[in-house]
């Protein structure tokens, strides 16, 4: 696949959603909890308290809906303030009762309506990526769908970040990268392929630290696995002692592009 046709793939209207991964991940467990304590909730966001086996972790996610009337209500996925508050409100809530927080990854950008900046979108991320890289308890971010500019990192400031085979992270949309560089955003395809937004490009570039194999919705054994393999990551991120887990999410971040020479990047 090049890299545009993974951009469709990740855009997919029959992809699995959080909501999908979360029912198939932990059943009957999950908890839904709502709202920022601020203004509202916002349904984009999905979050709560959910049992990994036998381990609570605290689960996040960016909803995009299934059918039209669901993605009318959780606006396509894409968030206002108000719903990385609430992201953000229940990690300091998990960190408090020393909680692992897993975060998916799925949407287009945060909202960038008028309402939405009127309300603080940029200082909302921002705080989002401040309190993650501090927060004292084992984060893990998988994209599984699309993974868009900052409203995408507003989730992925992690221990360790995963991505789907299929699905992407980039700073902004083949097309709106076309738009700025070539003035015309038929050139999608050559901007998708330019950004190395593909899972195969970033874990070659040491942004991503794995990459998991596309589940079919009917494929338990697989996410069993996937369930397996995020307990395993957060029980050898619970060993580390609160300072060597931050120093070490910390020096993840400031490694990245430190050697980016030795990288040919065609």
Sequence with gaps: MTAFEKVCA?????????????????????????????????????????????????VIGLEKGRNTKERMERNFGSAHPEGYRKALRLMKQAEKFHRPVLCLVDTSGAFCGIGAEERGQGLAIAENLMEMMTLKTPILSILIGEGGSGGALGLAVADEVWMLENSVYSVISPEGCASILWKDNTKAAEAANCLKLTSQ????????????????????????????????????????SEEELTEARYNRFRKMGSDISSIKLD
Excluded: W
Aim: hydrophobic share 40%; proline share 2%.
């Design 201 to 240: 490009d970033l874990f070659k570039l040491g942004v991503i630290e794995r990459i998991v194999r596309e589940p079919k919705a009917d494929d338990q054994k697989m996410f069993e696995s996937l369930k397996l393999l995020i307990a395993r990551t957060f029980e050898k991120n619970s060993a580390l």
């Design 10 to 58: 990740a855009r997919d209207a029959n992809r699995l959603t959080s909501v999908d991964y979360i029912t198939r991940l932990f059943g009957d467990s999950f908890i839904e909890l709502h709202g920022d304590r601020r203004f509202g909730d916002d349904k984009a966001v999905i979050g709560g308290i959910a049992k990994l086996f036998d381990t609570p972790v605290t």
